[in-house]
Structure formats: C-alpha cells, structure tokens
C-alpha cells in the first residue's frame, strides 16, 4: 500500500494517523465524561480488528460513548436493543419477497454497519446472542447459504448490567472469548458527575452530538495507516514468552476452574502491541502487556464458586499473577 495515499480505504501516514487517534480522546471528551480508558480500549480494539463488550450500571454513558466515538471516527453507527423476543434476522437481515419482481432480495439488518451497539446483549436467547457469531470472527454474514461480506472497519460493543441478572441469557464461555476486551464503566468521580451536571444544566443533549462540537477527527484512512504500523511494531522473543507464562499462570491458579486459552494469549500480544504503538513507541515492554492485561484477561478467566464466595474477583486474580510472574529484563 501506498502510505502517502489518504482516500477512503486507502492508507495515510502513520505518525498522523497517531496523532488523529491521539485527539479522539479530547474530542470525545466534549460529550462524555471521564472515560478515557474504555475510549483507549475501543480504540485499541479497531486498531486490532476486534469487538468490545462494556460492563456498567445503567446511566453511566455507554450508548453515548460509542456514538460519540463513530462521530469522531465518521463512522456509520447502528443500536439493536436486546430483548428476550428478538430474532436471528433482526440482526443479520433476511430475505423478503418483492412483489414487483417476484423474486426474494436482500434486506440487510443492522449489522452492516462499522459500530454496532448490541445493548443489553445478555437480555436475549443465546441463539439470537449467537448470529453475532459468524459477524463477529468471520466479518460476513451468511443467509440463504451466501455469505455477505460487512464493511472495514466493524466493531461490536456489547453491553452487560452487572447488577441485573433476573431474566437475563448469561454468555457462553466460547462467546465471551470471542471479545478482544471487557471494559468496566465505572460510576463518575465527585468532579466528574458535577461537570455532567453542569454540561446538562447548560443545555447539553446528548442526542444531538453536533451541537455538542463533536467533529470527525480521524477516519478509516488513518485507522487503516495505523493497523499496518501496529503490525510492523516489534515484539521481543522475552515478551511474547512472557505472556505465555502469565496465561500459563492462570491455567494453574487454584482460585479459577478456567484459565485463558491460547486464544487470550494471541490477544493478549496484540492489544499490547496497539497500545506500544499508541503511545509513540515501535516495540512492546512489559509495560504494555500489563497495562492490558485486565481488560483483555478477565473476561476469559472463570472462578471457582468458594473463592466467588470469599470476595476474589477476576481482576485481583490476575493482578496477583502480574506481580507474580518474573518480568523480562
């Protein structure tokens, strides 16, 4: 590819196109607040072709944030609400008879789109939790036996209420894997909630992004420029050692029945990777690895039900073995 070349689908320069994924934060920033780590990881997910699923208490912004990051992106967005009755083909499409012609065509669901928003994705049966599969790993969709191809880039973000499980389709331990991260929403600092507060008391509406000054500041160009830098970032034969022993570790640990799979491994080495490039650099450190580590790891450990029950979570499992397991000099 020609890197000097900027049309759509096409690639830019990298060190721009650092700098434009670099000011989505601040743009984002003038429609939600205080979340800079879980902007950092949707961006680290687009770099790596991977989906996101988001864990947080109602309110705390996840639909706005990733409207706000499509718009920063200019990138097509679409929300499919989860619910016990949704169907398969409400996600996919499915054919519909044309009278005019009397032939059966395609109409596409929401799914072809760059950023889809499954909300509340653990509200509906794992077979409609399932047609995301094949969008999800495979980038097409597959009715009436032809596949169908998604645009570059696509990103899922799913959300989860950790504190409503009543009626609720818990995700299979093969679909969580399939998700490069899980990022929790935390509930805003005392500062934080008072900027909202404020932003709203001053007219803010979060419905329409344009008042609010989000612009486009990068595109696909970039994220295409910056995919082919992340790939050629350099990664040590200690640091890919050492992540394998950090998955090993978790495989061993007496608190978890299921530890990370060759699978969380890869995935491990390659948002370590996009963060070494996000932060100007074009090889990985330790550094980078535990600095994903969490978001990339917790959602593909399982706990024992006895350690569940004394208060260990699946973070301080893995915080354990970061501090644990010897670190490449």
Excluded at 64 to 93: C, H, I, N, W, Y
Excluded at 173 to 193: C, G, N, Y
Excluded at 254 to 263: A, E, I
């Amino acid at each position: 590819m020609d890197p000097t070349t900027d049309n759509a689908g096409q690639t830019g320069d990298p060190g721009t196109a650092r700098d434009a994924l670099e000011a989505l934060r601040a743009e984002i920033a003038k429609a939600v607040v205080g979340q800079d780590p879980a902007v950092t990881g949707l961006v680290v997910a687009l770099l790596c072709r991977g989906h996101v699923l988001l864990e947080g208490v109602p309110g705390v912004a996840k639909t706005l944030l990733v409207r706000a990051l499509a718009s920063a992106l200019e990138l097509d967005t679409k929300r499919v609400q989860f619910t016990p009755d949704l169907m398969p083909s409400d996600v996919t499409g499915s054919l519909v008879y044309d009278t005019r012609s009397a032939e059966f065509s395609f109409q596409p669901g929401p799914v072809f789109t760059n950023l889809l928003l499954a909300d509340e994705i653990n509200r509906t049966p794992p077979k409609t939790q399932s047609s995301l599969l094949e969008a999800m790993e495979e980038r097409q969709v597959t009715v009436d036996g032809t596949p169908r191809l998604l645009p570059d880039p696509f990103l899922v973000a799913a959300t989860q209420n950790p504190v409503e499980y009543e009626g609720t389709y818990p995700l299979p331990e093969a679909q969580l894997d399939r998700f490069l991260l899980k990022l929790t929403i935390p509930l805003p600092s005392r500062q934080d909630e008072i900027d909202v507060l404020t932003r709203h008391a001053e007219g803010f509406n979060p419905r329409d992004l344009h008042a609010a000054g989000v612009r486009p500041v990068a595109g696909p160009a970039d994220l295409e420029a910056a995919r082919v830098a992340v790939a050629k970032t350099t990664i040590s034969p200690e640091i890919t050692a050492y992540v394998v022993d950090i998955c090993r570790a978790t495989r061993e640990s007496p608190s978890l029945t299921l530890g990370v799979s060759p699978r969380g491994a890869t995935a491990l080495l390659a948002t370590a990777r996009a963060w070494a490039w996000l932060t100007g650099r074009d090889y990985v450190i330790p550094d980078d690895v535990k600095a994903l580590a969490l978001p990339t790891l917790r959602h593909r450990v399982q706990l024992r039900p006895e350690a569940e029950m004394e208060g260990v979570t699946a973070d301080s499992v893995i915080n354990a073995i970061l501090a644990h397991v010897p670190v490449p000099r």
